[in-house]
């Protein structure tokens, strides 16, 4: 019973949290680019958009520095609700009021006052950011808490799998009705997107209550071993010496940087290269119904091939749809790439957190400390630096492109889409490549691994307590 509470709790609590990802990593682009600085001329709009996407990169890398120490601090937390679920209450509680404000031109300042919006832009942005990264780390973190049992954490993680692609892919189904219909027109407007962001931050605040009130984490003599003394050298030391931790964040980053980039670019594909804006929500829909499918077939899978297996295949699958992604350019095969790639892109997912997660447990054997929260601050931050390098990105592709301020489709050449489609798909076609090859030569922790590690860690615990 607690299982099932744990995992529908926590599959909410996703919900919210991707769909505010969503919003944050990509969604902030785009109103970036069209929105905030439209009323300026072309040479403001092209200066300030650079400028802004610089600042999102600056912060976003300079936050994933501070990961492991945010990690720690939340391996410190004793308190009666556990480490992880006081954190996720309080940010989930400021990230739900606060992050409209982002999507403002703080009443024409965007425009009139360069140099003051952008300062205050940035402390916002740093800000909510920063609460942000609390409860990622605090999320993701609260996984291994809940089990020591790969079968059970699997369980767990598909539901947190099925709620995170659902609130992703949520937002992008209901993007341009809702943003139309708060802007009382076609016409996208500041007060639209606003209203769009209010709704998706009350969505996230409603998912982090959820997780907050209604999992559990669980108590051992493997869990209570060692995770009392965590420092900031320690939780170094424990990242370095993982062998297996950094393998499969070496492989993740790359492959990550690569689809990170397309997914942030892909909006852009339909509105100034495919022409077509309208036909934007079949992407969520084909992500939702792919994404459970993918997502629900994962323990059946795992069954009968394994971890290793399934990421394998997965990658072999992706690298088919950018190919196809590649040499296409019409929405009718657009769509069926997407498909393809979003049945295997959960996959990959679902094998890395649960493969972070082992990590925790090999890393006490490894090392004899236990840092739960400092291990799973390595994913957030292997997403954040590929989504700090991606955002910097976007805003240059986007003015090399000439996709900015007041452009349509009409005024995009074909030299500004063969620019384009190098940096979405051609680029990440060969950083899923490599991700699979550091995968396989070098990632060997997978489930029957993981399972003798914790019976040893059970019999040496106890032979010491003895």
């Known amino acids: 019973m607690n299982k099932w509470k744990n995992t529908i709790s926590y599959g909410l609590g996703a919900f919210g949290h991707d769909a505010f990802y969503g919003i944050l990593n990509s969604y902030l682009l785009m109103f970036v ?3 905030m600085f439209a009323q300026g001329s072309h040479h403001y709009v092209t200066r300030m958009v650079a400028a802004v996407t610089m600042i999102l990169m600056v912060i976003r890398i300079i936050e994933l520095i501070l990961d492991p120490f945010i990690g720690s601090l939340i391996d410190k937390t004793d308190s009666k609700w556990g480490k992880y679920r006081p954190w996720i209450f309080g940010t989930g509680l400021i990230i739900g009021i606060c992050s409209p404000f982002l999507f403002t031109t703080m009443g024409g300042m965007s425009t009139s006052n360069g140099g003051l919006f952008l300062v205050l832009f940035t402390i916002m942005f740093l800000v909510l950011y920063l609460v942000y990264a609390f409860k990622d780390i605090s999320f993701w973190g609260l996984l291994p808490s809940m089990s020591l049992n790969s079968d059970d954490r699997g369980f767990t993680a598909t539901g947190a799998r099925i709620g995170s692609t659902l609130g992703a892919n949520f937002i992008t189904v209901v993007y341009a009705a809702l943003v139309t219909f708060f802007s009382g027109s076609k016409h996208f407007t500041e007060h639209g997107w606003f209203m769009f962001v209010l709704v998706v931050g009350l969505i996230e605040l409603v998912g982090a209550c959820f997780t907050a009130f209604g999992t559990k984490e669980k108590k051992s003599v493997v869990t209570a071993k060692n995770a009392e003394k965590t420092t900031f050298k320690q939780v170094f030391k424990t990242l370095v010496s993982n062998d297996q931790l950094l393998w499969m964040s070496l492989s993740y980053i790359i492959y990550c940087l690569g689809i990170t980039t397309m997914n942030n670019l892909l909006i852009y594909y339909f509105r100034y290269v495919l022409n077509a804006q309208s036909s934007w929500a079949l992407i969520g829909w084909v992500g ?16 009968y091939f394994g971890r290793r297996k399934i990421m394998v295949g997965a990658f072999c699958v992706e690298l088919i749809a950018f190919l196809i992604f590649s040499f296409t350019q019409s929405v009718a095969m657009t769509l069926f790439a997407q498909v393809l790639y979003t049945l295997a892109n959960p996959l990959v997912f679902m094998v890395l957190i649960l493969t972070i997660a082992d990590c925790v447990e090999y890393g006490q054997w490894k090392t004899g400390h236990r840092s739960e929260a400092a291990t799973s601050a390595v994913r957030p931050m292997l997403d954040k630096f590929s989504g700090a390098v991606s955002t910097g990105l976007i805003g240059i592709i986007a003015g090399m492109a000439g996709m900015t301020g007041n ?7 074909t030299h500004d889409v063969l620019i384009f489609k190098t940096f ?15 995968f396989i030569a070098k990632v060997k922790l997978d489930e029957k691994m993981h399972k003798d590690i914790v019976e040893k860690l059970a019999k040496d615990i106890k032979s010491d307590e003895k």
């Not at 452009?407 to 050449?413: D, F, H, K, R």
């Not at 979405?424 to 550091?438: E, V």
């Open 288 to 303: 939702i119904a792919t994404g459970l499918i993918s997502i629900i077939s994962y323990p059946t899978l795992a069954k």
């Open 424 to 438: 979405c798909f051609y680029i990440p076609f060969f950083c899923i490549l490599i991700g699979m090859i550091i």
């Open 407 to 413: 452009a349509t489709a009409a005024s995009i050449s």
């Open 33 to 35: 680019t069209s929105i």
